[in-house]
């Protein structure tokens, strides 16, 4: 009994982080329309990258505790360790100043995000 309300925590906190990481992505895609149209877009495009890393930290974060105490299935890490290296690209990209790869990345990123979302 005590296994089964572990993992069904650890389910919505997993629940959670995915959510949130999505929303940052989609917050990113918002702040990159601003970077194009007004002067502060950069600042926000700045400070959503480093907002929606730690997202990607809390998902990997997240899988791992539903997967360790409740028992279940490892793939969550995996997914969620796939992510963070995205993550990571994505930031070098962006910090490169390549937006031929980085737009597309950021697509991928967000369907992905919201793939995972839904299979939660």
């Avoid at 702040?31 to 495009?45: F, I, R």
């Avoid at 990997?60 to 793939?75: F, I, N, T």
Wanted: charged share 5%.
């Amino acid at each position: 009994m005590a296994t089964q309300a572990t993992a069904q925590r650890g389910f919505s906190f997993l629940r959670i982080a995915i959510s949130l990481q999505t929303l940052t992505i989609f917050v990113q895609a918002v702040s990159a329309g601003l970077l194009l149209t007004s002067s502060y877009g950069q600042t926000l495009h700045s400070a959503g990258a480093r907002v929606m890393y730690g997202a990607s930290l809390l998902y990997v974060l997240a899988a791992v505790l539903a997967w360790k105490p409740g028992g279940g299935s490892p793939r969550p890490v995996w997914h969620a360790s796939g992510f963070l290296v995205l993550a990571s690209v994505q930031v070098v990209l962006g910090i490169a100043h390549v937006p031929s790869v980085h737009l597309p990345l950021g697509v991928l990123m967000f369907g992905l995000s919201l793939l995972a979302l839904t299979r939660r």
